[in-house]
C-alpha cells in the first residue's frame, strides 16, 4: 500500500501567505538565561578549593615562604586619620618628630587567596625607638596582601595590611597626651599598612615602605586612643 504524498511544505506555506522566513518563533525569557548561568556555576568541575584558599602551614621547610627584614624610620606626628583618609599621602605635607626607630621583623606566608591573588602573612617583630623615646616594640600580627597588580612583569609590586598586637617597654609621653585616658597603655593594636617593590626576576629581595602605627582604635584597647607611629623604610629578604 503506497504511503500518503506529503504535501510540499514550501508550497504549502507559500499557499497560506507565510512565507518561511516569517514563520514567528518564540522569545526567550529573560530568565531563561539566568537559569543557565546558575546551572553553568553550580558545575562541580568548575572550581576547586585551592582556586580560592590554600593553607600552606605554619611550620616545615620554607621554601621560599618565609622572610626576614630589618628597616628604620621617623616618628610621624600627623594624626593616621589625616594621612589615610583625608587624601594627605604625601609625607611632604607631614608633621615628623624628634624620634627615629629601628626594627627587625621575621614573617611567613600560611596562606593565599582567590588563585593567589592575595596572601596571608604571620608576622613577628622588635623594634628599638631613640631620640625622644627610647622604649622597645614588639608584635605579632597577621598580614593580607595583595599581589596580583596588572604592572608585575616590569616591577613587582604588592600592598598589604595588618592586624595584631604590640607591646611597648614604656609609655612615653606622646602616647599619655593622645591616650584620652590620661595613663596610656603597653599594650596596643598594630595596623602597619606597607607597599613593596621588587625586582620581577628576583622577588626575594624587596623595597619596603611602611606606616608603623600602633594605637588603642578609638579606645576599644584598653581604653586608649592614639599611639606612636612612624614611617619606615627597610629591607626584606626572602627565603
Not at 20 to 49: E, N
Not at 63 to 79: R, S
Request: net charge negative; proline share 5%.
Amino acid at each position: 500500500m503506497r504511503a500518503p504524498h506529503a504535501p510540499d511544505t514550501e508550497y504549502v506555506a507559500t499557499s497560506m501567505g507565510v512565507e518561511m522566513g516569517d514563520v514567528p518563533t518564540r522569545k526567550p525569557k529573560a530568565w531563561h538565561g539566568f537559569v543557565c548561568l546558575v546551572l553553568l556555576l553550580g558545575q562541580p568541575q568548575a572550581v576547586s578549593a585551592s582556586d580560592w584558599f590554600d593553607w600552606y602551614g605554619i611550620t616545615g621547610p620554607c621554601d621560599g615562604d618565609c622572610a626576614f627584614m630589618i628597616f628604620g624610620g621617623k616618628f610621624v606626628e600627623t594624626p593616621m586619620d589625616e594621612v589615610f583618609f583625608q587624601g594627605n599621602l604625601s609625607p611632604s605635607e607631614w608633621n615628623f618628630g624628634d624620634s627615629g626607630l629601628l626594627g627587625i621583623a621575621a614573617s611567613r606566608r600560611v596562606a593565599s587567596l582567590l588563585d593567589n591573588k592575595f596572601q596571608i602573612e604571620a608576622e613577628l617583630g622588635l623594634a628599638k625607638r631613640f631620640g625622644a623615646m627610647d622604649e622597645y616594640e614588639t608584635w605579632a600580627a597577621a598580614y593580607l596582601r595583595y599581589v596580583s597588580f596588572p604592572w608585575n612583569d616590569y616591577l613587582y609590586t604588592t600592598v598589604a595590611v595588618s592586624t595584631g598586637i604590640n607591646y611597648a617597654s614604656g609609655i612615653a609621653d606622646f602616647e599619655k597626651e593622645k591616650s584620652d585616658n590620661g595613663d596610656g597603655s603597653r599594650l596596643l593594636h598594630y595596623f602597619a599598612p606597607e607597599i613593596t617593590f621588587a625586582a620581577p626576576e628576583d622577588k626575594s629581595k624587596e623595597l619596603v615602605i611602611r606606616f608603623h602605627h600602633r594605637s588603642g582604635i578609638f579606645g576599644l584597647v584598653n581604653d586608649t586612643g592614639g599611639g606612636v607611629q612612624y614611617l619606615t623604610v627597610g629591607l626584606r629578604f626572602g627565603f
